[in-house]
Structure formats: C-alpha cells, structure tokens
C-alpha cells in the first residue's frame, strides 16, 4: 500500500486546462494586479525566450506586483526580497505547485518532491531527509573527487571541449553513485546514454506554449515520452534487482526501498521511480548549469580567478581539501564566487505556484485559483536590492554583506518547507569540481563567444559553453 496518495490534478489535457484556465480568470472575485493583460504572441514569444528584461521592465513600471499575460491566462509576478518572503515562508500555505504552469514537469518526474505539495510533500521529504544529513553529504566527497578525476584524466593544454556537456556526463555519474549505488561504467548504466535524454527530455520545456499542447508523433512531448520510457527502464530495472536481490548501500535508493511511516506502510515502485527521477533531474542539472556559469564569468573576471587560486595555495598549501572544508565551505573565496554565480544564474530561475484563496500584497489584490509567480532570477537583478547587478561581484557576499541582506534577497534554492533538499549536496558537489580544476587548469572561452541563456525548465547556456585548456 502506498504511504500517501498526491491529490488527483483538475486536467491532464492540455486543451481542457485551457478552457479551465479561461473560466477561473472570468470567475474571479477580485481584481487582477495592474500590468500587462492583452493577448499578445509577441509578449509571450519573449517571456519564452528571454524572460528577464520582460519582467524587471514591468518591475520598474508597476512595482513588485503586477499582471502579464503569457499566452491565454494572466500570470501574477511578485518580485522582491518582501514578495519571495511572502510566497515561500509566510503564507507558503495559500499557494499550491500542482497545479502550477509547471504542472507539464509532472510528464517526465511523477509525483516526486518537486511536483507535490503537502501533505504528501512532507512526507516525503522527512522520508528522504536523512540521505541528506550533514555526515551521509560529507562522506559523498571521496566519490566526487573520483569522478572528478576520471572526467580530467584526458584533459590536456589547448584542448577544447564543452565545460557544460562535461559537467553534466560526470554530474550524472555521481548522481548515480551517490543516488543508486550504481557503477556508471557497469552494463545497467551504460544500457541507456542518460545525459542525452535528458537533454531530450528537458528540451519539451524550452518549446514554445503553443507547441506544448501538440501530441503526436515527433513533437516535443513524443521526444519527451520517448526519453522518460528509457530512463524507467533503467531506473524500474535496478528497483527490481534490489528487491530481488534484498542488496542495499549508502545510496538513497536502498533508504526508499527500506523506508516505512508510522503504520509500516511502504512505497510502491512508482512512488520510488518518481522521487529518484526527480533526484536524479535536480541533481545533476542544477550542478551542470552552475559550473559552466561559474567558469564562464571566472574566463572574464581572471583577478577573482587568481583570488581563489592564492587561497587554495595558502589554506592547502598544494594538497587537496578535506571533506569537511568542502561541505562546510571554508574556502571564503570559492564560496563568495559560488554565491554570486548562484545570484546572478540560479538554476530554479522561477517558482510557479497557483493561489487557494484571494489575497492582497502590496495594496494590490491577487484573486483564488491565479497563477502566480516568483522569480529568483529577477528579485537577484533588482538595483535596489543588488548594487549593479549585471556586475560579476562576489565581494557582495562577505558575512558582513551577506548579514546585511533583507530576508527573502537571495533565494538560489527556494526557500521555507521547498528549500531545495539536495541543495548541500549540489554545493558541495561544485566546491569539489571547482577546486579540481582550478588547482591545475584555466579555462578560456573562445574567442567570439557570446552568451545565451535558455530555460527548460533551469536556466543552462544556450549554446553549450566552449572552452579551451590551458595549463596553470
């Protein structure tokens, strides 16, 4: 018997959430927030597109509250350190993610941590929570750092190669150690490219609207089917070995296959798929999009490059870092770059939610059943909370700059009850890569190199991040 069932979704037809969508807007009982609310294809193209300008200009016109239309429906933006605040922990309870315009992630992840809301989602993350305790992360560090090494061992001076694309193969090969006890280089891993279908499978979520509602053969959902099919395959597989086989690990498969509530109840083998495709998506994608961000702005910032490198020498003095300095980020300069990569590109670039009840922010009332958002991605580039802040700075998060940041600033991992679960284990992972590299190579970025950004649903480079070699 399952341990709690997710409620049921109103629609699953994309077309019938759309007419659904249409009568909750006419239905509503209180006016919507000023802002953008004509149909308009060119207005949803580029919040498709390119979100950020569209959202801080509107910002700068109505405030941290206001109304865009994207597509068909009105879309409530709250932005600012008070709005995050308001929708992750004050009144995180009047806001639900199911029935959010992320809802099609459900496609591809199932009922997992990231598409259900409580009380199932409590449940869910206390069963989970102890494959995250501080110790069970810090004994991760041996594995990364072997992973790390192998993905480097053909890396040699004036070589190209894709900084995000590697990362996201050896991010998913730790994934997999670190998730399913698997070896990555064993016959049930190397049965499926995993990093490929991802890729496949995520890019349904950077179509367009209007593409998101065709079914049928070679559309983005048929990709996107075709992808989820084999990675069950491999994850249904692997299920079935250990309960046949009864062998368990340190990995948070064999925690979900031994886990039981209060009445002994077990999870079924779907509620097990979901939650480690979930995992296995957040904790390898987030990873990706963050290193070749990171090194990409240390290519343009080689001054904060040479702080990191001074620290390592003077902290390390040319040996590796322990697990400890890694997990509980001791390297101040490594972190502060962390941080403000994670400020200026954090991954979760927007937190969709739908309104239970009618409410009012700001003097402005928002009706029940809206969609409304926040987005970290733009609450991190409002001026008046970030000096400058298309400006790489990692001095903005000093423990004296960091101390003096409004609650609800900075939010790269949710915030409240959704806080990210894997969110140390993510930071640890990229201290871990960072110092490898650093410690023997600089990465320059090729000449010409402009970048785009895309969102599907995490923000990652558009066109990959090419890099060349060099020797330190």
């Not at 739908?354 to 970290?376: D, I, M, R």
């Not at 298309?390 to 000093?398: D, K, L, N, S, V």
């Not at 894997?422 to 970025?445: N, P």
Request: proline share 6%.
């Amino acid at each position: 018997m399952a341990v709690l069932e997710p409620p049921p979704l109103r629609h699953r037809n994309p077309f019938r959430i759309l007419l659904q969508d249409l009568a909750d807007e006419r239905a509503a009982g209180v006016a919507y927030p000023p802002g953008e609310t004509s149909f308009s294809l060119t207005r949803t193209k580029r919040f498709n597109d390119e979100p950020l300008p569209l959202l801080l200009e509107c910002y700068q016109r109505y405030g941290p509250i206001y109304t865009i239309r994207i597509l068909h429906s009105n879309v409530v933006v709250m932005l600012g350190p008070a709005a995050n605040h308001y929708i992750t922990v004050s009144h995180a309870s009047n806001f639900i993610w199911r029935e959010s315009h992320f809802r099609d992630l459900m496609l591809l992840l199932g009922d997992g941590l990231l598409t259900t809301d409580d009380p199932y989602h409590r449940r869910s993350r206390l069963i989970m929570l102890p494959a995250f305790h501080r110790e069970r992360i810090a004994a991760a560090v041996d594995t990364i750092a072997r992973e790390t090494e192998l993905a480097l061992a053909d890396w040699t001076p004036d070589k190209r190669i894709d900084i995000y694309v590697w990362t996201r193969r050896l991010a998913l090969r730790v994934a997999m150690r670190a998730l399913f006890g698997l070896d990555p280089d064993g016959q049930t891993a190397r049965s499926i490219d995993a990093a490929t279908l991802f890729e496949q499978a995520l890019a349904f979520y950077a179509a367009g609207y209007q593409h998101r509602f065709i079914r049928g053969p070679r559309t983005p959902w048929a990709r996107l089917q075709h992808a989820s099919r084999e990675l069950d395959r491999m994850i249904y597989s692997e299920i079935a070995e250990r309960r046949r086989s009864g062998r368990r690990g340190e990995d948070i498969l064999s925690l979900l296959l031994d886990a039981e509530d209060e009445d002994s109840q077990r999870l079924a083998d779907q509620q097990i798929r979901d939650e480690m495709m979930t995992l296995l998506f957040a904790g390898h994608d987030t990873t990706t999009s963050t290193v070749a961000f990171m090194f990409y702005e240390l290519a343009r910032h080689p001054e904060v490059a040479a702080r990191i490198i001074a620290e390592q020498k003077e902290l390390l003095s040319g040996g590796e870092p322990s697990a400890e300095q890694l997990a509980n980020g001791e390297l101040a300069q490594l972190e502060m770059t962390l941080e403000e990569t994670l400020r200026k590109y954090p991954p979760a670039w927007i937190g969709p939610r739908k309104s239970l009840q009618a409410f009012e922010f700001e003097g402005h009332t928002v009706p029940a059943n809206a969609y409304v958002n926040y987005s970290s991605w733009a609450s991190h580039h409002l001026p008046d909370v970030f000096e400058e802040p298309a400006e790489f700075r990692p001095e903005r998060f000093t423990p004296e700059a960091k101390a003096a940041l409004a609650k609800g600033a900075y939010i790269p991992f949710g915030g409240g009850s959704r806080t990210c679960i894997g969110m140390r284990f993510g930071q640890l992972e990229i201290r871990t890569i960072a110092t490898a590299i650093l410690s023997r190579f600089t990465l320059e970025l090729n000449h010409g190199f402009e970048l785009q950004i895309r969102q599907m649903p995490t923000i990652s480079p558009k066109q990959g991040m090419p890099m060349i070699v060099r020797a330190r």
